[in-house]
């Protein structure tokens, strides 16, 4: 009888980047997603930005419902920075259903599962890492953050954009944090998540998978986010990305 014990298991994180909203705040047209950044669709600079982790070996991109093959096709015509099993799949109506999809082709041996939002195309390798590194020393949900740096305050309720509102509250800020992604998570945990909390949010859906674990009653755990994982989200935001993208090419080759 042998007293070699088995190789441990290589990391295996994958990926879910869902990209079937629209984006309307960047205005009318084509999905966000799609938008060009630098002349490369922002979901392409996203996959990339996964694919370079080197922990990260398969990538599923959840498409339009009815887009699947023209992302296929998008992504197929970009070269990534290192060899990754790529899938496209049909999402659903509500980022929610579209993340459950996603994790219908989750492969059996990933041991960890990131969340990444597909208008976050310059999120560092090393925010990347930390987050699947907090995932596999045992925590069930880890999301990347960074210390809110305005004044936040509280209203009683949703009002309609330029209207007036009155304050219930300020909280303190040294205690919020802004949460990035992507976010991180032990597979079982999300899985859980999105089976026993389906429909959460009505007909929006849940637009946070780490919200979701935290009803379940599981810690959720913060890495240091990065200033460059923000969200593109309004014009403002494509010029700032353009920006990074620039000083990127000066300093490091990008």
């Known amino acids: 009888m042998s007293d070699i014990a088995p190789a441990p298991a290589a990391p295996h994180t994958a990926v879910i980047i869902p990209a079937a909203g629209r984006g309307v705040r960047l205005g009318p047209g084509i999905p966000k997603a799609l938008r060009l950044l630098n002349g490369v669709p922002i979901l392409v600079h996203a996959v ?8 990260v070996a398969t990538v599923i991109v959840v498409a339009p419902p009815d887009g699947a093959e023209g992302v296929r096709a998008l992504l197929d015509e970009h070269p990534l920075p290192r060899p990754v099993a790529l899938h496209v799949v049909p999402g659903g109506t509500t980022r929610q259903e579209s993340v459950r999809l996603g994790l219908a082709a989750l492969p059996a041996d ?4 990131l969340v990444h939002d597909a208008a976050r195309p310059l999120v560092p390798v ?3 890492e930390a987050v699947a590194a907090a995932v596999r020393d045992g925590a069930p949900a880890v999301v990347p953050a960074l210390p809110v740096t305005d004044t936040v305050k509280q209203i009683a309720a949703p009002a309609r954009e330029g209207e007036p509102v009155p304050v219930t509250g300020t909280p303190d ?8 992604t992507p976010q991180g998570f032990a597979p079982d945990a999300l899985l859980d998540a999105h089976r026993r909390l389906a429909g959460l949010g009505g007909e929006e859906g ?3 998978d780490a919200g979701m674990v ?3 009653g599981l810690p959720v755990v913060l890495v240091p986010g990065h200033e460059e994982a923000f969200k593109v989200t309004r014009p403002l935001d494509l010029v700032l990305a353009e920006a990074v993208l620039a000083r990127r090419r000066i300093t490091d080759g990008y």
């Open 110 to 113: 990933a041991d960890v599962v």
């Open 206 to 208: 849940a637009t946070d």
């Open 126 to 128: 090393d925010t990347t």
């Open 173 to 180: 800020r040294a205690l919020l944090r802004a949460v990035q």
């Open 214 to 216: 935290e009803r379940l």
């Open 48 to 55: 990339r930005a996964m694919a370079a982790a080197r922990s």
